[in-house]
Nanobody
Framework: QVQLVESGGGLVQPGGSLRLSCLAS????????MGWYRQASGQQRELVAT???????NYADSVQGRFTISRDNAENTVYLQMNSLKPEDTAVYYC???????????WGQGTQVTVSS
């Protein structure tokens, strides 16, 4: 039974930084792809960043150059380092993982990120 638990969200001023963490209740090696999505109030959930088991990463154009996704297999954790935050980044951020076996997908509960003065 896989669970993904996010942490690290909060209130930050524009230009500030936050690091989100996603802790898996098992080895993240069981996931071929992990990533982060976000959903602003009243909006569709959108892809932010993904990382594969081989280390290949992909970013939405809106966060390219500002956000960095990484994975630490020893800690069973995926991170999202968010720098130069903008008010437009305000959203609930969700951790996502898709397992090799049966291509099963999992979602975390979400963590709120608010960028405001």
């Amino acid at each position: 039974q896989v669970q993904l638990v996010e942490s690290g969200g909060g209130l930050v001023q524009p230009g500030g930084s936050l690091r989100l963490s996603c802790l898996a209740s098992g080895s993240i090696s069981s996931f071929h792809t992990m990533g982060w999505y976000r959903q602003a109030s009243g909006q569709q959930r959108e892809l932010v960043a993904t990382i594969t088991s081989s280390g290949s990463s992909n970013y939405a154009d809106s966060v390219q150059g500002r956000f960095t996704i990484s994975r630490d297999n020893a800690e069973n954790t995926v991170y999202l380092q968010m720098n130069s935050l903008k008010p437009e980044d305000t959203a609930v951020y969700y951790c996502y993982g898709r397992q090799w076996i049966y291509n099963t997908g999992y979602w975390g509960q979400g963590t709120q990120v608010t960028v405001s003065s």
